[in-house]
């Protein structure tokens, strides 16, 4: 079996999913108030990103199911219904925000009604999982990944001073602010999601379940389990690179005119424009819309798949709709994306609906990573294929790390 750009699939497209607009959001934020200072971020969280997905793809592909499905088969009801109902709560409010950000970076594009633009957007991204074959609808999502490089494109549109940005990636500022530590426990929520565990854990299960004919050889599954580990690094690789031109570009703009408070993605595209010029505040809101385009279909669907796998319903994006198959979990999709629509028609601040999706998504991490982890451990969940020492060791470190950030985060409220 040989290693090809066709083996990346459900990492890179997790990894690209977890540069949303709301994340973009955060990391402009991180640009326009502290500059270069908050760079370095990126290259810490990047192992620890890496090995909590590479534990969930595992687990996805080594049992066959996603994640809840196998939390439900550990733990008691009242553990899988608490993660669960949180992580659809967090993921609704994600949508909003991610919907609403594209909205209003189309109607600074183009003019025209932000509220209309959000309905359209809310239908486009239901249609595709439910009306695609799953094949047709996974080279779509690769191909949307394409849509983060606008911000690379971005950053070489500017003037930036290349040694500096070095020195404060290599040499970091550690928070000595209450500011700066809240935006770290931003960063670190924003890129360690547990949506994210949950879609790479299901999609694993889709590859699985499309290739079984026969029982794998131990030769197959240890050839699959390398090929997780190469696709999960360039997925996180490929996301914390846009994060760093995102913050590069913004701290370059921004930061350096003295525009310090920013709360949206689409108010860093409109704030770009009179700084930067035209081209780069269209490549930083179309980025907005193509990036939205990816996540919210993967926010729904990890989403659907999480409570469907609870209620033990089925759960597959291969289920088709036209023959009566999985009701239950497109209709789980359609509530997730359209309570995401409605939020965006209510008097809610988009501002304040990010903060908390942040902060649930922050507390719920941590409890789920470390489930995670002991899943990832029990030879009754893994069989032969538990996790070794290496990946053992940096799966709890990502853990400790997000619970530490959890309780700053509490902390400082």
């Known amino acids: 079996m040989r290693a090809g750009v066709q083996d990346l699939g459900p990492g890179l497209i997790t990894g ?9 959001a955060t990391y402009s934020q991180a640009g326009a108030q502290f500059g270069y200072a908050m760079l370095w971020t990126v290259l810490f969280t990047l192992p620890l990103m890496a090995a909590i997905q590479v534990v969930s793809a595992r687990i996805g592909h080594v049992t066959g199911r996603g994640l809840a499905a196998n939390i439900r088969t550990a733990y008691p009801r009242p553990v899988v219904l608490g993660v669960v109902g949180m992580l659809l709560v ?4 994600n949508i909003a925000a991610d919907i609403a950000a594209m909205a209003e970076a189309l109607r600074l594009v183009v003019g025209g009604p932000a509220q209309l633009y959000a309905v359209g957007f809310g239908l486009l991204c239901l249609a595709l999982p439910v009306f695609l074959s799953y094949p047709a609808y996974v080279r779509w999502l690769k191909w949307l990944t ?3 490089l606008s911000y690379v494109a971005v950053a070489f549109t500017l003037h930036i001073e290349w040694w500096e940005v070095l020195k404060q990636a290599a040499w970091p500022e550690l928070p000595g602010s209450h500011e700066m530590l809240l935006m770290l426990v931003a960063l670190f929520g924003t890129t ?12 694993e299960m889709e590859d699985v379940q499309a290739r079984t004919v026969e029982p794998p050889t131990l030769m197959q599954v240890r050839w ?3 090929r997780i580990r190469r696709d999960t690094i360039a997925g996180m690789a490929f996301s914390n690179l846009i994060a760093f031109f995102i913050m590069l570009s913004t701290a370059a703009t921004l930061h350096a005119a003295g ?14 424009r009179p700084l930067a010029g035209e081209l780069t505040f269209l490549l930083f809101a179309l980025g907005i819309i193509g990036t939205g385009m990816l996540a919210v279909p993967v926010l729904a669907g990890s989403a659907a798949y999480a409570v469907a796998e609870a209620a033990g319903w089925q759960c597959s994006l291969k289920l088709r709709l036209d023959k009566g198959e999985g009701r239950e979990f497109y209709a789980l999709m359609a509530v997730a994306t359209f309570g995401g629509v409605l939020l965006c028609f209510t008097p809610a601040d988009p501002v304040k609906e990010l903060f908390w999706s942040a902060v649930i998504n922050g507390v719920i991490s941590a409890p789920i990573m470390a489930v995670t982890m002991l899943l990832a451990t029990r030879s009754e969940t893994m069989g032969e294929h538990t996790i070794g020492r290496r990946l053992r060791w940096l799966g709890w470190l990502a853990t400790a790390t997000m619970a530490a950030t959890v309780i700053a985060m509490l902390a400082t409220l």
């Open 16 to 24: 690209a999913a977890d540069d949303d607009p709301s994340g973009i």
């Open 90 to 93: 967090a993921n609704t409010l």
């Open 146 to 148: 394409l849509a983060l």
């Open 192 to 203: 360690i999601s547990p949506y994210l565990f949950f879609w790479q854990a299901a999609q």
């Open 224 to 226: 699959h389990l390398r």
């Open 259 to 272: 525009v310090r408070d920013i709360q949206t993605s689409a108010q860093a595209a409109q704030a770009l």
